[in-house]
Antibody, heavy 120, light 107 residues
Framework: QVHLVQSGADVKRPGSSVKVSCKAS????????YAWVRQAPGQGLEWMGR????????NYAQKFQDRFTITADKSTSTAYMELSGLRSDDTAVYYC?????????????WGQGTLVTVSS | DIQMTQSPSSLSASVGDRVTITCRAS??????VYWYQQKPGKAPELLTY???RSQSGVSGRFSGSGSGTDFTLTISSLQPEDFATYYC?????????FGPGTKVDLK
């Protein structure tokens, strides 16, 4: 049984940074790709980036390229995302997601989501 | 980046209706299209992969088709639990992208 458990909701000031964790259980952590997808209030899904732990490869959407980092700690089976230079329009639910077959192409498993609120 | 568009953006339907949602890619993406269902306050759930393959455990009333730039998701007979928002997603080339979503609600 695969589970992705994310860290809890957070409130941040504009200009600060936020780090969200995603702990995976079930399956070999290294065998899969982990992505981060966000959803602003009332809006659609936005793919932010992914990490392939076994290769140490990350890919990011250009929109976030200079202020977004995804890391993975294989020893704890945890993926992280860190977003810096927060603005009010970064207020969103952030989801981690994992593929099911190692292809990295689609996401069978999702975390519960973490609400990040950016407010002064 | 590959842009994904969906139509309609919303639709109203009745239980038992056949519903078709269209997704178009800005370039040829072969069959690297996936459909997700999302209900309010919940994470998305995978419905189909490889454009036309149904995810294990998903009702057979959901089916996907298409290749190249044009794709469809069909719900053969809408059930009460199907009222939700549906997203297409491409993983042909990074950055992966989602369509803007189609909200299906009760007529």
């Amino acid at each position: 049984q695969v589970h992705l458990v994310q860290s809890g909701a957070d409130v941040k000031r504009p200009g600060s940074s936020v780090k969200v964790s995603c702990k995976a259980s079930g399956g070999n952590f290294n065998s899969y790709t982990y992505a981060w997808v966000r959803q602003a209030p009332g809006q659609g899904l936005e793919w932010m980036g992914r990490i392939i732990p076994i290769l140490g490869v990350t890919n990011y959407a250009q929109k976030f390229q200079d202020r977004f980092t995804i890391t993975a700690d294989k020893s704890t089976s945890t993926a992280y995302m860190e977003l810096s230079g927060l603005r009010s329009d970064d207020t969103a639910v952030y989801y981690c997601a994992r593929d099911g077959d190692g292809s990295g192409n689609y996401y069978n498993f999702w975390g519960q989501g973490t609400l990040v609120t950016v407010s002064s | 980046d590959i842009q994904m568009t969906q139509s309609p953006s919303s639709l109203s339907a009745s239980v038992g209706d056949r519903v078709t949602i269209t997704c178009r890619a800005s370039e040829d993406i072969s069959n690297y299209v996936y459909w997700y269902q999302q209900k309010p306050g919940k994470a998305p759930e995978l419905l189909t992969y490889g454009a036309s393959r149904s995810q294990s455990g998903v009702s057979g009333r959901f089916s996907g088709s298409g290749s190249g730039t044009d794709f469809t998701l069909t719900i053969s007979s809408l059930q009460p639990e199907d009222f939700a928002t549906y997203y297409c997603h491409q993983s042909y080339r990074v950055p992966f992208t989602f369509g803007p979503g189609t909200k299906v609600d009760l007529k």
